[in-house]
């Protein structure tokens, strides 16, 4: 798209500032962005320290006050924290569009970012919709979803009696049916801290007695249980604390300090994928990727892993937003295995969370590969073999085709439009659409089939859709977008861009322009970047 076209109208004396301090990644493609995009068209592109250092004049010596970026600018593209909002709101002369300065995070986005506030907001919209394909359309873009507020774990039967009955029921019939040997007929249940991150608090479990220990493990240890620890030569008892975390790693958190959790019901069907198989035929774009990872040496082939995508989003105003179709594909560092009492406990073939790889013998192999390597681009993936799971068994290896990946793309936007829909209108308290104001999210989201067909009591056997279904897994506000890597930093180049094309120049260019926005339609792609939703939900200030 020539940029040319989107500045018609622009000052040429406009100033943006541009800092991520500790995110050099970040700062570095955000500062490349606007040289390019921005500078072309009179724009002055002021740098703040990107190092971690301060920003500007603080003011006083106290080193404990946090550094704000300087007022007088039009354009902040900078850490959250840096932002000075209080000068982004209007004065009673200038309320009109272009006149405040342009921010790039929203002052209040928990509707969004914290996963117990976006599960109330999907919940809520759908319940206000008459019954029907619409109201589904809000109610499954999430595994099935419930929200418990605890701090100790003897807090948890009283919630099962009242607010999570029905889950009660769930559990039952598991343990039910584990006591009778029907393993397939177990649902298994993932639970998520409520604005946790970086993997910490996930845990995995299908009966009562695990969630119960969950919770125990996540209360403080007594004085007590310090001292066992401390003789505990075997690691069993209560020097285990981490026994259902990650390669060693703990990730246990502590429930009475986050209070807000999530449970979701684990997606047993997941679209699992070798993303190095096609180096063995020599098809496609994952095949080139492989080749110049120097990956496949000494793999074993067919090892179909679990993925989740990271779908890169922008919102802009009151409410646009965007989709950059360059989704990556985050996979986990070793084969899936169906959930099991057993492979639960070690979380590595279920969580794809590659800030959790830090230590690159964790990639498959066991080869010491930097955790970037378990990062692929989507497109790219098309020609590699993928394997159909259905609970207990695996369908046939098949190749991803072009078209599959396209469809896994549409789908992504439309999921990723009706989550953002609601949480602007059913959260409208928690995410404040200031007109002024554009956000990157990192969108997480899981491929995969639907066996909802399948009946509530497990998977029957041929009740199996060859239908890809998409589902949102979480919404991240400041990406890390450094897990890209080097290899793939392109991907983040060419978002900005379009973050500078899309959200800053329109706004600051002639008000009878629409920057060459106009007439894009929801679900239609251009250049790369698919509209997602577009209502006009502001409400000024």
Known sequence: ?????????????????VSFPGAAYTHSAALRATRKVLAPHGWQI??????????????????????????GKDLYLADYDLLPFEDLLPGSSSSAKGKQPQCSSYVIRKALIRKHYLASALNTYAVKLPSGP??????TCTPKTWHLEIQFAD?????????????????????AAAEEGREKDVRWFILKPGMADRGNGIRIFSTLEQLQAIFEEFEPDSEDEDEEEDHDEDGSGSGSRDQNGYAGKDTSVMASQLRHFVIQEYIRTPLLIDPVSSTANGDGLAAHASQKLNIGAGMEANSPRKFHLRAYVLCVAGLAVYLHDDMLALFAPMAYQDPS???????????????????????????ARPKEENVFLWTDLAGSNFTQSNGQEKRSIRALSADMVDDVRRKAADVIGASFQAAA?????????????????????????DDSTSGTGGHKEGAFSDELKVWLLEVNAQPDFAQTGARLSAVIDRLFERVCEIAVLPYHSDQQSTGGLGGWKVGESRHSTTLCFKEDLGRGF
Not at 342 to 367: F, I, K, M, P, W
Request: proline residues 5%; contains cysteine.
């Open 46 to 71: 002021e740098e703040g320290d990107g190092k971690g250092g301060p920003v500007g004049p603080s003011g006083t010596s106290d080193p404990q006050e946090v550094s704000i970026a300087p007022s």
């Open 1 to 17: 798209m020539p940029s040319g076209a989107l500045a018609e109208g622009a000052s040429s004396s406009r100033t943006a500032f």
């Open 155 to 175: 807090e948890l039967d009283e919630l099962l009696m009242d607010d999570l009955y029905d889950l009660a029921e769930l559990l039952e019939e598991n343990q």
């Open 341 to 367: 009492t057993d492979t639960v406990r070690d979380l590595r073939c279920h969580l794809t969370n590659t800030c959790l790889q830090e230590d690159g013998s964790l990639a498959v192999g066991n080869d």
């Open 425 to 449: 209108k059913a959260g409208s308290i928690h995410w404040q659409l200031w007109p002024n104001a554009f956000e990157v999210f990192g969108v997480d989201l899981l491929v995969g089939y």
């Open 134 to 139: 619409d109201a589904d359309r809000f109610r």
